[in-house]
């Protein structure tokens, strides 16, 4: 037989009864939308998590209180043998290759402004932390440095000022935190959220004032943004070094950020494939159609299988062609996914904008050959019985 003859019985054998061939291809559709559309969103949650971490730079060294032995929390967020201090800070400056260090208190505040209040994160920084963490100052200043104990001034987020002041200008006004006055200086850009946290409707003061304020007596991080002449590991080590000599042993741990981006990506990959996984279910169901369908098919044809055998079809021949039917069915699915999962994709688009849905072109062609292949699974056992039949028993059966 020639291969024009194999596809024009194929071609026959689907269009003879078009409803059942189109449901059967509905199952394997069905199947390659919810796995490449699952697939997409996990790697849409991957990209923003990824984005939202990398946002802050990739120069950075976090330095947290307490040593982390195997896990977890460091423990010296609750309590340290040697508190993390503005002492620290200073020295942490003066290392090569240093370009920013920031020390971190946060907090939570009631924050005053005239007839308006709200409560809210105050965050204590340093100087340049708009420029260590990637921030961009939309009106007025940050922080500034200082010598001795900083000022009473306060940088407030996009959505602290909107609350506060509505269209007013901020700048130079007076709030009260925490029961302190403090000055407007800055008004930050807007910068979205991070895990849940709202960098926007946040207030920034100096590190040493919101020390005295929550009455603690160690930072919570300290970051270190280092020069891109360095390295991470480099400048981990003399960090490492300066801290044990300050605090007589390692009471404290180092997270890069290529450390974390690391670790989020191994955990978020393992997301990604788990709930991609969920939808080989639906698939798996696909198959079992096709495998059902073409079951079906094979004992609906089996004179016609004789008649083939009998005018010199080989086994190889039947087997090519009932596997070349299963295939096409499930390819077919397989295109029809793809269609539903554009028309899914644009109404998500439409209705929830900022969906992390991330559909690459890899996952689309993976999705037509995971098709075929499941046709050509589900097509093997009705095509190698089809071979099998014995022409003259297969004609008897007319």
């Known amino acids: 037989m020639r291969v024009a003859d194999w596809l024009s019985w194929t071609r026959v054998a689907l269009a003879t009864d078009p409803l059942r061939s189109l449901l059967t291809a509905s199952g394997i559709a069905i199947g390659i939308c919810a796995v490449v559309l699952l697939t997409s969103i996990g790697e849409g949650i991957r990209d923003y998590l990824l984005n939202s971490f990398s946002q802050f730079g990739s120069r950075i060294v976090a330095i947290t209180p307490g040593k982390t032995e195997t896990g977890g929390i460091p423990s010296g967020l609750l309590s340290s043998v040697r508190p993390l201090s503005m002492d620290d800070v200073a020295a942490l400056r003066r290392l090569p290759h240093v370009d920013v260090v920031i020390p971190v208190v946060q907090g939570t505040a009631r924050i005053e402004a005239g007839r308006f209040a709200r ?10 932390m708009d420029r260590a963490w990637n921030f961009a100052v939309s009106s007025g200043r940050g922080l500034p440095e200082e010598s001795g104990h900083s000022r009473y001034l306060a940088v407030l987020g996009d959505k602290a000022r909107h609350e506060l002041f509505g269209q007013r200008n901020p700048l130079g006004s007076l709030v009260r935190i925490g029961g302190s006055r403090f000055r407007v200086i800055g008004v ?22 919101a020390l005295e304020m929550y009455n603690r007596t160690g930072l919570m991080e300290i970051d270190v943004i280092f020069r891109e002449s ?14 044990i000599a300050r605090h007589g042993e390692e009471d404290f741990t180092l997270l890069t950020q290529e450390d974390m981006l690391s670790s989020l990506d191994r955990i978020l990959n393992i997301l990604k494939f788990s709930v991609g996984a969920l939808g080989l279910i639906a698939l798996l169901v696909g198959g079992v159609g096709v495998l059902t369908i073409m079951s079906m098919a094979l004992s609906e044809r089996i004179p016609e299988i004789g008649l083939l055998r009998a005018l010199g079809a080989s086994k190889g021949e039947i087997l090519a062609m009932f596997l070349l039917e299963s295939v096409l069915l499930s390819l077919l699915g397989g295109v029809l996914g793809i269609g539903l999962l554009a028309l899914l994709a644009v109404f998500a688009h439409l ?6 849905l991330s559909i690459q072109p890899v996952y689309l062609v993976v999705g037509a050959g995971v098709s075929c292949a499941v046709g050509l699974i589900a097509g093997l056992s009705p095509a190698l019985r089809a071979a099998s039949l014995n022409p003259v028993d297969a004609l008897r059966d007319e």
């Open 119 to 128: 409560d809210t994160d105050v965050f204590g920084v340093g100087p340049n």
């Open 188 to 209: 930050m850009e807007p910068k979205g959220q991070l895990l849940g946290l709202d960098l926007d409707d946040a207030v920034y003061i100096p590190a040493d004032i």
């Open 230 to 243: 360095s390295s991470s590991r480099a400048v981990s080590e003399a960090i490492r070094e300066l801290l």
């Open 351 to 356: 209705l929830v904008p900022d969906m992390p």
